[in-house]
Nanobody, 121 residues
């Protein structure tokens, strides 16, 4: 089986920083796109940032210039550096990845369990 495990969430004051990390483990041949989503109470889950296998990045307008996504393919990890945090960034953050378990398999989309980020004003 494949698992995505996030870490790094917590409570921070507005203007502060947090770094989220996500490690993919299990039987993995390759990882295509990786990304971070978030869901605040009463809201739909939304894309925060994504990175392709060749390093192209995409950010939500609300985090552009404040958040940085990166990946380390040698360690099967994706990270999200979050700076200048705002109370509206408060949400559960989920890691997401398209993972191919064998060379001949199609990629399958996986989700982590989520990590809470709370930004106080």
């Amino acid at each position: 089986q494949v698992q995505l495990v996030e870490s790094g969430g917590g409570l921070v004051q507005a203007g502060g920083s947090l770094r989220l990390s996500c490690v993919a483990s299990g039987r993995i041949f390759s990882i295509n796109g990786m990304g971070w989503y978030r869901q605040a109470p009463g809201n739909q889950r939304e894309l925060v940032a994504a990175v392709t296998s060749d390093g192209r990045t995409n950010y939500a307008d609300s985090v552009q210039g404040r958040f940085i996504i990166s990946r380390d393919d040698a360690k099967n990890t994706v990270s999200l550096q979050m700076n200048s945090l705002k109370p509206e960034d408060t949400a559960v953050y989920y890691c997401n990845a398209d993972i191919r378990r064998e060379r001949t398999y199609l990629p399958v989309n996986y989700w982590g369990q989520g990590t809470q980020v709370t930004v106080s004003s």
